[in-house]
């Protein structure tokens, strides 16, 4: 199990989601893992990650689970929705580019959309699976 495996990952989830036509003509390229001060809405950012694990017999692997976070103030679920359905059509069982690494899947497994506190922002969760081996 190695680091750069996950770094790879997250390099090849922010170009599948920054060149996906349908996620960019909500967000352009407001794709992120550290969010501006200054963000614009909407956007979506590549979060938390979890890894562990995935060897066979011959080759190492890793198995990693992240979230795509979707963040919106347009009136109503409609837009995050929107947003949330383009960054699934991106990645589902999609065939990324991972260096260093043979993509054995990616898939959507679950997601969640709330009204923050403050009444305006809507928050989608996604979570996604992705399983690696050394290549």
Request: charged share 20%.
């Amino acid at each position: 199990m190695t680091a750069d495996a996950q770094s790879g990952v997250q390099a090849a989830v922010y170009g599948a989601l920054v060149a996906d036509v349908g996620v960019s003509a909500f967000v352009g390229a407001r794709v992120y893992d550290h969010v501006p001060a200054d963000v614009v809405f909407p956007y979506v950012v590549i979060g938390e990650t979890e890894a562990a694990p995935f060897d066979d017999k011959t080759k190492s692997g890793m198995l990693q689970e992240f979230g795509v976070h979707t963040w919106s103030r347009a009136r109503g679920a409609t837009e995050a929705k929107d947003i949330m359905a383009a960054v699934s059509a991106a990645l589902h069982r999609v065939g990324l580019s991972v260096a260093g690494h043979e993509l054995a899947w990616i898939r959507f497994t679950e997601s969640e959309l709330k009204l923050e506190d403050d009444g305006l922002t809507r928050h989608g969760m996604q979570t996604f699976e992705v399983a690696t081996q050394a290549a």
